[in-house]
């Protein structure tokens, strides 16, 4: 059983279209940390997000953490070719900091 | 600030030899490491979690003595995959936690990884 479910696990979209991916559990979470990553290389930290019903945002992308900390969301808008990766959400419990991954997304923008 | 570097970022062995790879925080003092694999176009698994000083815990289904982990010091952890199958074949990252003082605490920090490939 997945403790974080992501989704969609794929997604294909032109470029100028909004999107959201979401990571829900039936987990609270002390944080939830959203991470891009291009192919051969490691994850890179977006946004990490502690407080329930916080939300981030980072240019075009809207990161958003549920009012009970089990689920967030990460909106893009007018989505861009440069947008294309894999992007992944973890939830951090704060009795060991281990990272609960979800299964990712991965995000194609077609010019 | 907030850099982990991995070595080599590829590497090629022959079936049956070991290999190691290096994990380093290079900006920042790291109590814990993590190890992950992951196979392509899928999400990290963890292998296990190195402290530094101690033993590693490594996760259920990953054999520990295949998969030897030694953390000496605050900025440096290795993965030595011993007598490695085609099987291990996968790409390896490591991501680095900082100290309880620090001031990214709540963060991993992850290194470019490792493709490993066993002929």
């Known amino acids: 059983t997945q403790l974080l479910e992501q989704s969609p696990q794929f997604l294909s979209i032109q470029e100028g279209e909004n999107l959201t991916v979401y990571c829900n559990s039936s987990?609270?979470?002390?944080?939830l940390q959203w991470y891009r990553q291009e192919p051969g290389e490691g994850p890179v930290l977006l946004v990490t997000v502690v407080t329930g019903g916080e939300v981030k945002k980072l240019k075009r992308l809207t990161f958003q953490f549920g009012d009970a900390r089990k689920d967030s969301s990460l909106h893009i808008t007018a989505a861009q070719p440069g947008d294309t990766g894999l992007y992944l959400c973890a939830g951090a419990w704060q009795s060991n900091y281990q990272l609960i991954w979800g299964a990712g997304t991965k995000l194609i923008i077609k010019p | 600030g907030a850099v982990v570097s991995q070595h080599p970022s590829r590497v090629i062995c022959k079936s049956g030899t070991s290999v190691k790879i290096e994990c380093r925080s290079l900006?920042?003092?790291?109590?814990?490491m993590f190890w992950y694999r992951q196979f392509p176009k899928q999400s990290l698994m963890l292998m296990a979690t190195s402290n530094e000083g101690s033993k590693a815990t490594y996760e259920q289904g990953v054999e520990k003595d295949k998969f030897l982990i030694n953390h000496a010091s605050l900025t440096l952890s290795t993965l030595t995959v011993t007598s490695a199958h085609p099987e291990d074949s996968s790409f390896y990252i490591c991501?680095?936690?900082?100290?309880?003082?620090?001031?990214?605490?709540?963060?991993?920090?992850f290194g470019p990884g490792t493709r490993l490939t066993v002929l």
């Open positions: 991501s680095a936690r900082d100290i309880p003082s620090g001031p990214s605490y709540n963060e991993q920090f």
């Open positions: 987990s609270v979470f002390s944080s």
């Open positions: 900006d920042f003092q790291a109590t814990t």
